[in-house]
């Protein structure tokens, strides 16, 4: 096929094009939503290293073995929300290479069937998996509230 000139193009032309590579914004909205909630928890998760981490500074020795059982929970607890952000980030890249491709492939008149496939699978991949790493997390947040107020582990 052969590039699309700027004599070609009609109305309907630049509609369709224009919907082709912006639906997948659909997706960067949703993604935007949980790095929004993942980065609140992050925060959270940090305020309260930084209170757990006072508070052993300030005790005896007797009480360090539970101030430290909860400051590596919620280290590990960090590390999950970092990775969790990552892949949700990589999915907002990657939906915003696909929006460009789809577009320049359609102005060129080229196909990017496999491409813009390749790229729209990998970032659900990305989200599919940042959903599975947050409620691995969230499930881990409970397990530092036992620790917090002294009752066994809720696995």
């Given at each position: 096929r052969?590039p699309?000139?700027?004599?070609q ?18 997706l ?11 980065s ?18 300030q005790t ?5 073995a539970?101030?430290?059982?909860q ?19 990589s999915a907002?890249?990657l939906?915003?290479?696909?929006i460009?491709?789809?577009f320049?492939?359609m ?8 491409l813009?496939?390749?790229l ?7 989200v ?11 499930r ?11 009752r066994?582990?809720?696995d």
């Open positions: 052969e699309v000139t700027m004599e193009f009609d109305p309907n032309s630049i509609l369709h094009l224009i919907q082709a590579a912006i639906a997948p914004v659909v960067i909205s949703g993604v935007g939503l949980l790095l929004l909630t993942l609140n928890r992050l925060g959270r998760i940090v305020d309260r290293t930084r209170l757990v981490a006072s508070e052993r500074k005896g020795e007797g009480a360090h539970d101030l430290d059982a400051l590596s929970i919620l280290g590990r607890r960090a590390r999950m929300i970092r990775l969790a952000l990552a892949l949700s980030a907002v890249g939906t915003g290479l696909l460009a491709a789809l320049l492939a102005l060129l008149g080229r196909n990017a069937t496999l813009c496939t390749g729209f699978v990998t970032a659900l991949l990305c599919v998996s940042a959903m599975w790493v947050f409620v691995a997390e969230l881990i947040s409970l397990t530092a509230l036992d620790v917090a107020v002294g066994p582990f809720s």
